[in-house]
């Protein structure tokens, strides 16, 4: 049994003993912290329920503070939705136009051509529609503008050629118009025919041979020849009354938007049917011979479009 | 008037719970500071949380060793020191040995300040944290091989003395509880 003495020592002696245990510690977590940090990571690891039963609390009254939060706002964020709305709608108005404006220009697009040659595109501005005038303007911009005489089509077939050239705008005389005169060609007979428009109703089908007389229902083709392209559809033979045919447009010539306009040399390859885009390059036919200009070319204005010729 | 074997019995029947009252009077002081020690190294997110952590367990070693002794034991002291020191972020050790430096103290002022009053006992208080802060500082300038701002040792110490007075009366009003147990 220790003293009374001896255990007063002792005692004063535990203080000092421990102080001397924790700077120990303390040195060697200085020295080696690797080893108490561990061992600190891995109570923090095992202590991770407990951690999270103990911020339970605050977490549910973060997430009621939320949803008050929420309820107090609800007026201006019902005014935010509001606005975003109405912004939605207004994006949604602008793809359905854009998706709308995609379609027309793809759907111009499914016409073949060999990339090398001329062409120019554009939006109808105005159309002329009246008893003596069956016209578009075509706004081209600042794109190199086409010859007269050139041919002009929508996504489908023909719908007239270049009667006037501007500085951006050119002037689209429709088939329909009293001064179009188109040389065609009838399918599958061959027979050769002249498209008259009369500003009135849908184009004539005029002199043509007597043994390849017009067909209802055969297709109806320009005549390839020089200054004019061949091959490019334009309707389809139908019968108004006994020996007066007239060809129906396949081209929707009461809504004209987007408009190709191909220079009097561009060979166009029809497509196969409307709304496909063609894989395949078009066929070139062969160039018609060279021949020296005549004077009265600028006369071609007021000549009909195109002579019929061998080309 | 009861016989004395009567009362014996009685004292046998209650013994285990008075035992357990006892043992229970003696570690509430070390429970505590481990349960504080636990609680405040959860992801609160509040600011000053590791600053109040220390706060908290070193007013509590000093308000128990200065007034009620008996209860906080050097070997529970240490005890809890070790357990806490597996959950603050300060350099290993240094919250053990801070709370041995301020259970010395307190021991060897205690006749002193008991008879004061509570300005005095704080004062003293401050005194003792504003060492303790200045070592850890200079303890993590030198693992950081920088100065690093003093502002942390001075929100620290302001931290620590200030949450004191709460803690004093907390601890003024259980310690009555105890007392009347």
Known sequence: ?311 | MRLPSQQQQILLRWAPQRIMKAVWKKIVPGLFIICWGIVLSAPFGIPGQIELQSGIILGTVWFWVLYRPQVMSLPLLFLSGLIVELFVVTPPGFLLLWMLVVYGVAQGVRFRLAQGGFFRSWGVYALTVLGGVFLEWCLMSIQAVAIISPFAMVFQWVLTIGVYPLLHAGFAWGRRIFDNS
Not at chain 1, 183 to 200: E, K, Q, R
């Open chain 1, 1 to 311: 049994m220790l003293s009374i003495h001896t255990r007063q020592v002792l005692a004063g002696l535990v203080l000092p003993i421990l102080i001397f245990f924790a700077v120990g510690l303390a040195f060697v977590g200085q020295v080696w912290p690797q080893k108490l940090v561990s061992l600190r990571l891995a109570v923090t690891g095992e202590m991770a329920p407990i951690y999270y039963g103990l911020t339970f609390p605050q977490r549910e009254v973060r997430h009621w503070e939320e949803m008050l939060h929420g309820v107090t706002d609800l007026i201006a964020e019902n005014q935010n939705l509001r606005q975003q709305n109405k912004q939605l709608y207004y994006w949604r108005d602008m793809a359905t136009s854009l998706k709308a404006e995609n379609k027309k220009l793809k759907s111009v697009l499914h016409w073949g051509i060999d990339p090398s040659l001329r062409y120019v595109s554009g939006w109808v501005v105005r159309e002329e529609s009246g008893p003596y005038l069956h016209a578009a303007l075509l706004d081209v911009g600042d794109q190199l503008s086409p010859h007269m005489g050139s041919l002009a089509v929508d996504d489908v077939g023909l719908i007239g050629r270049v009667s006037e050239v501007g500085p951006h705008v050119v002037r689209i005389l429709l088939i329909t118009d009293a001064a179009s005169r188109i040389p065609v060609t009838m399918l599958p007979s061959g027979g050769d025919a002249m498209m008259v428009g009369d500003s009135v109703s849908l184009p004539h089908l005029m002199y043509y041979a007597q043994d390849t007389r017009p067909v209802e229902g055969a297709r109806v083709e320009t005549r390839g020849q020089a200054g004019i392209t061949g091959g490019v559809l334009i309707g389809h033979v139908h019968y108004l009354s006994s020996g007066q045919p007239i060809v129906i447009p396949a081209a929707d010539l009461k809504h004209l938007d987007v408009v190709r306009v191909f220079d009097n040399d561009t060979v166009l390859d029809p497509p196969p049917a409307a709304g496909r885009v063609r894989e395949h390059g078009p066929l070139i036919s062969v160039p018609p011979k060279a021949e020296g200009e005549p004077k009265w070319q600028g006369l071609k204005r007021f000549w009909p479009f195109s002579r019929i010729g061998n080309g």
